[in-house]
């Protein structure tokens, strides 16, 4: 050290200052802050500043351990001595401090925490020229593997944030920069530093850090499924608190950079983070809904698989269906909305949400798989929804009939007899206008609906008669089977046509939903008696049928008897005895006597009383009671037929008596 050195500072403090003991060092520092305070009283700031430089560059940047250690435990005695003068040397003291928190030594590193707290301590509000070094020097020392210097920082770090809320001048820019930079990082110790900044500046009324929130949200949202409870906890009382300022201030707040964020979030397999994502758009729709429906086909895709059954009675739900709900309302209550939306997104994540295994993208371009299984609750949030958007834009949906038809048709065998429904209403509502278009919407429906059946034999025989009667209920039952009807006449395998004949028969003449249709076929009958003739609709539809309903002899009977036709039964029955009866055959018999019983064929067995009128019907009822076996049914229509024989007995004694002369004449 040069005699100049020695001029700045006693020889004594110099080998206080580079002295192995700690307790020599400080003892040294204590000089130093004297000699800066007389200087300091002086006012010669020449010379403070070669103390300090000699503090410096002599120790502080030495190679020698304990030269470091006395140089900044005398570099921060400085800066206590100079009180609030510190501010004209903080360029000069702070930036050799920061370089000792990376020094390999954990002792230095930790004088380096004490004495950059000393320096902050005294020199307040002139620190934060350098806010971005100390947060940086910061962010590694609370992860060092050596206690004392992690304590250090942790003390150095209190320190700062209570500097940094009583400043006015705090860069907040600077700020979001920094921990953006860092906020995507694993350690648990830097990821709760990091909470603990953004904790502490949402909670200064001054700062508006909810301006900078897109930017920081999604590495929130990140943290909030660290494996650490508190961590977990402090992030979620961040967000808490970042959403009870947005609720108290929405004017400027960027909800769509945002909503981004929380939709590819709300699909997280941490369920806390799933539902607080959720939380937050179902908030965001609530406060600027109108500016959010662009989002529509994301937000769809996030809520509807939080309606499966795992998640049935959960926060989860519950918040989806909300969501959902809120979401609906606002596209169909806010006018021009769905006028003035292209649907094609909303449509495709909807569609793939009743379909299993399909791919597909939402607004923001991801691309998604929708699950192998689809809950019932899921399927009925879609399909109120596109009947829904169906109602109030019908021909932005039909002209998506080429994409929605395949979908919906593959409901339409769903178990669930709700599912079933919907499907139903939807397909009809699509095929209601009598445009070319939907005439072929609808028949390619049925071609589909046939086609099912066709290959599982299971659906034809279970739910055949529930599915087709439904359809009734919303399509006119003779447009209905008249279209089947055709359908069937191009079908080449004649034996599930002939199956198919039988269930859409028995649907025919016992379903209460189709009397109308009974009542037209029953119209096409000429009465010579009342001076009455068929009607030419009756006719029309009778011929539509029949041409199909041949493929089954027993149907064909039926269908005959129903639209009283009793010649051409008669006819048929006969024609069936010349051929050798199947099971099939016998049995359809069966149930047709069985169903001659019923209600429905009230008119027909009141005709067994006038034979005269009515000769064939007679003759058929007979002729299928010579077809039939010994059996329970064959008791049943020939006690009938023996009713008939006494009826008309004791119809012709009456008449006897009428004509005998009375003996009192």
């Not at 860092?182 to 500046?201: A, F, G, P």
């Not at 949402?202 to 494996?227: A, E, N, R």
């Not at 402090?234 to 400027?252: A, H, P, W, Y």
Request: with cysteine; glycine share 4%; net charge negative.
């Amino acid at each position: 050290m040069s005699n100049a050195d020695n001029a700045i500072l006693p020889v004594t403090v110099v080998r206080g200052l580079n002295d192995r003991v700690y307790e020599k060092r400080k003892m040294a520092a204590l000089e130093v802050e004297r000699i800066v305070r007389e200087l300091v009283a002086k006012n010669d700031i020449k010379q403070v500043r070669k103390v300090i430089d000699m503090l410096v560059n002599n120790f502080v940047l030495s190679q020698n351990p304990n030269a470091k250690k006395g140089g900044l435990i005398g570099v921060a005695a400085a800066a206590i001595a100079l009180g609030k003068d510190i501010g004209l040397f903080v360029s000069e003291i702070v930036p050799p401090v920061l370089k000792s928190f990376v020094d390999v030594d954990c002792r230095v590193r930790y004088f380096g925490c004490e004495s950059m707290y000393n320096i902050a301590k005294v020199g307040r509000a002139s620190m934060l020229l350098f806010f971005k070094e100390i947060f940086d020097g910061v962010s590694k020392l609370i992860c060092d593997p050596d206690t004392h210097v992690k304590n250090g920082a942790e003390l150095l770090d209190r320190l700062v944030k209570d500097i940094v809320t009583e400043s006015n001048i705090f860069d907040v820019d600077l700020f979001v920069s920094l921990v953006r930079e860092r906020i995507y990082t694993n350690n648990d110790n830097v990821r709760q530093y990091l909470v603990s900044w953004i904790q502490l500046l949402c909670s200064v009324p001054d700062i508006d850090l909810v301006s900078h929130l897109p930017m920081l949200l999604d590495g929130l949202f990140i943290i909030l499924g660290d494996q650490k409870d508190e961590i977990r906890a402090m992030t979620q009382q961040v967000l808490n608190d970042f959403l009870m300022e947005i609720n108290r201030k929405s004017v400027g707040t960027n909800f769509k950079a945002m909503i981004v964020v929380l939709l590819g979030h709300s699909k997280s397999a941490n369920s806390s983070t799933q539902l607080i994502a959720l939380i937050w758009i179902l908030r965001f729709l609530e406060l600027d809904g109108a500016n959010l429906t662009f989002y529509s086909a994301g937000i769809l895709n996030a809520v509807l698989p939080c309606l499966s059954d795992q998640h049935s009675k959960t926060d989860i739900f519950e918040t989806a269906v909300r969501t959902k709900d809120k979401l609906l309302s606002l596209l169909t209550e806010t006018p021009g909305t769905l006028e003035n939306m292209d649907i094609t997104d909303m449509l495709s994540v909807l569609l793939a949400h009743v379909v299993p295994s399909t791919v597909y993208k939402d607004s923001t371009g991801r691309e998604y798989t929708s699950p192998s299984q689809i809950s019932v609750t899921t399927k009925i949030a879609v399909l109120q929804w596109v009947r829904t958007l169906h109602s109030h834009v019908p021909n932005k949906i039909n002209s998506q009939h080429q994409d929605i038809f395949p979908a919906v048709i593959r409901t339409v065998s769903d178990p669930c007899d709700g599912v079933v429904v919907l499907s139903i209403q939807l397909l009809a509502a699509m095929c209601m206008q009598n445009s070319d278009q939907d005439k072929t919407n609808f028949e390619n429906f049925l071609r589909s609906l046939i086609a099912k059946f066709k290959d599982d034999e299971k659906l034809l025989d279970r739910r055949c008669s529930f599915i087709i009667q439904t359809l009734c209920t919303h399509v006119d039952s003779e447009k209905v089977f008249c279209t089947l009807a055709r359908l069937l006449v191009e079908e080449t395998d004649i034996v599930f046509t002939a199956l198919l004949v039988q269930y859409l028969n028995w649907i025919l003449l016992t379903s209460p939903n189709l009397a109308p249709l009974r009542d037209t076929l029953k119209s096409q009958r000429n009465n010579p008696k009342l001076g009455k003739k068929g009607s030419t609709d009756g006719r029309a539809v009778f011929s539509t049928l029949y041409t199909t309903w041949c493929h089954d002899p027993v149907s064909t009977i039926a269908l005959c008897m129903i639209a009283h036709s009793y010649q051409h039964a008669s006819d048929v029955i006969h024609a069936l005895g010349e051929y050798e009866m199947t099971e099939m055959t016998l049995s359809g018999l069966d149930k047709l006597v069985q169903l001659l019983e019923s209600p429905v064929f009230s008119a027909l067995r009141l005709e067994l009383v006038q034979p005269d009128t009515n000769p064939e019907l007679f003759r058929s009822l007979a002729g299928i009671l010579m077809l039939l076996p010994q059996s329970e049914a064959f008791t049943l229509l020939r006690n009938r037929l023996e009713c008939v024989g006494v009826v008309r007995a004791a119809e012709r004694t009456s008449q006897a008596s009428r004509c005998v002369p009375s003996s009192d004449k």
